[in-house]
């Protein structure tokens, strides 16, 4: 994933390239996209997540609760 950073990806790829389960790819990047590491975005029915070039994921801290 890392070697393709423009490039757009669906929970259902992570899910088959990583041999994971739908749901886990699901909780684990609506993770990610929540502290900005990387975008969602919908198209259509689906979610498409990119790396987010431009956040400062770096800099974030983590609200209580989650």
Known sequence: MMEHREQYFTIREISETHGVVYQTART????LAGKGYIRKEK???EFMFIFNEDGDAGNRTEKPGR
Do not use: C, I, K, T
């Open 43 to 45: 198209r259509g029915r």
């Open 28 to 31: 684990d990047l609506l993770g």
